[in-house]
């Protein structure tokens, strides 16, 4: 079974820019969680989704977007980039099927490493 | 709001030493509880997880994690540990009830020396 891929794997952009990062889950998997991961702050949620649904979502302004489209597979986005938004972003998968088996254990990917500029 | 706490930033060990990495969290209802390990150049990996029953879960590479829940820890031990556990090592907190995320404490970087 393939895991969880990310795409791109590196993006460098200037402040003031969009950036979009996808994710493509294990075949299966409904929920997707993003992550943002930095030296200081450890990982840190940005927020999941369950069914093209967003269902939890963390403490990061609303320039952090993201979407679930029918296949599973996820977007997120970031508007009008910061110089504190370079950090490695971690996408993972997980089963989240009421009456599954370790429904809630997650499957990171590889991860894109944003630089801003 | 729930957290989770990783006492050592970093901690260098010698080849063949014993380990113990601290785990705490706040949150009092039922939780899952995991240890992740990410290797240098390489995504997160599970490492072992507790869902319920023994409170002493073994995983992969002779990890395993004792949990208290009187003292809200899940503390990771290898006896004997190797230049290969070079990591950054996470543990993560869900609670076990209604559709909450994921939290993790910042890490902690082990570094094993020959």
């Known amino acids: 079974k393939a895991g969880v891929t990310q795409t791109p794997r590196y993006l460098i952009k200037t402040r003031g820019q969009q950036v979009t990062l996808s994710c493509s889950p294990i075949?299966?998997?409904?929920?997707v969680s993003w992550y943002q991961q930095t030296p200081g702050q450890g990982l840190q949620f940005l927020f999941e989704y369950f069914s093209e649904t967003q269902r939890n979502k963390g403490n990061f302004p609303g320039r952090f977007s993201g979407r679930q489209f029918s296949n599973s597979r996820s977007e997120m986005n970031v508007s009008t980039l910061e110089l504190g938004d370079s950090a490695l972003y971690l996408c993972?998968?997980?089963?989240?099927?009421?009456?599954?088996?370790?429904?809630?254990?997650?499957?990171f990917g590889p991860g894109t490493r944003l630089t801003v500029l | 709001a729930q957290s989770v706490s990783q006492h050592n930033h970093h901690v260098i060990l010698s080849e063949a030493a014993s380990l113990e990495l601290g785990c705490n969290y706040s949150y009092g209802g039922t939780v899952n509880l995991f240890w992740y390990v990410q290797y240098p150049g390489q995504h997160l990996q599970l490492l072992l997880k507790?869902?319920?029953?023994?409170?002493l879960v073994k995983g992969i590479k002779g990890f395993e994690a004792e949990f208290i829940k009187s003292k809200f820890s899940f503390n990771l031990r290898k006896p004997s540990v190797q230049w290969s556990d070079t990591a950054e090592y996470f543990c993560?907190?869900?609670?076990?009830?209604?559709?909450?995320?994921?939290?993790f404490g910042k890490g902690t970087r082990l570094s094993v020396i020959a």
């Open positions: 993972a998968s997980s089963l989240a099927g009421r009456g599954a088996k370790n429904y809630n254990e997650q499957f």
């Open positions: 993560a907190v869900m609670r076990n009830s209604g559709n909450t995320p994921l939290v």
């Open positions: 507790y869902f319920s029953g023994d409170p």
């Open positions: 075949s299966g998997h409904r929920s």
